[in-house]
């Protein structure tokens, strides 16, 4: 399998993606996948993205396809193949309803980035399996614009109670996965700090992800 993985940005930069994009490439030496990474919208053709199965926009911002490539991934995904998002891909491609819908949230905001507590609801799932029921880390706790649980099947949620500035309330979707949009879709909201991409339970969560994409 080969997952091309975006890392454009015309906002926000994470300096987190230089360690995100080391991690990906690690996890393919060692689960027998290859990942190009590319910040060259150019990439995204349909002849390009055939050769992929799976596409990972890793904390991408702002607007980073134009309409050619924004029909390229659509008909990617149309056709099966396999999404993932990770951390910043909600704060991405705004005004294009069809990624809204892939993605399956838009970033609102986030308190301060600080210890809190995730709720894995789904255990069973590639992603989850091997967490702890309550999982207790540092990230950058995003709210989103509205809850994504009617369109998409949760896998973590956060727990409002173990951190401040939380707005969503008892229902705080952090990962989730559909096949609302043709191939199955994962996103993690986890993932704004480099040390993020050392944990080995977080890791192991990302490789879940993309394995469920890969499905597709």
Known sequence: MRML??????????????AGVAALRNLARHNDFEVVDTEDPA??????LASFGVVTFLSTSGAVLDDDGRDALEAFVRNGGGFVGIHGATTTEYDWPYFGTLVG???DGHPEVQPGR????DADHPSTEHLPSTWERTDEWYDFRANPRPGVHVLLTADETSYTGGKMGADHPLA??????GGPSFYTALGHTE????????LAHLLGGIRYAAAG
Do not use: K, N, Q
């Open 5 to 18: 993985t975006y890392t454009r940005t015309t906002g926000f930069r994470h300096d987190s993606i230089a």
């Open 43 to 48: 990439a995204f053709t349909g002849p390009e």
């Open 105 to 107: 949230a838009r970033f």
């Open 118 to 121: 995730i709720l894995v609801e």
């Open 176 to 181: 989730w996965c559909h096949t609302g949009c």
């Open 195 to 202: 040390e993020s991409f050392t944990e080995p339970l977080m």
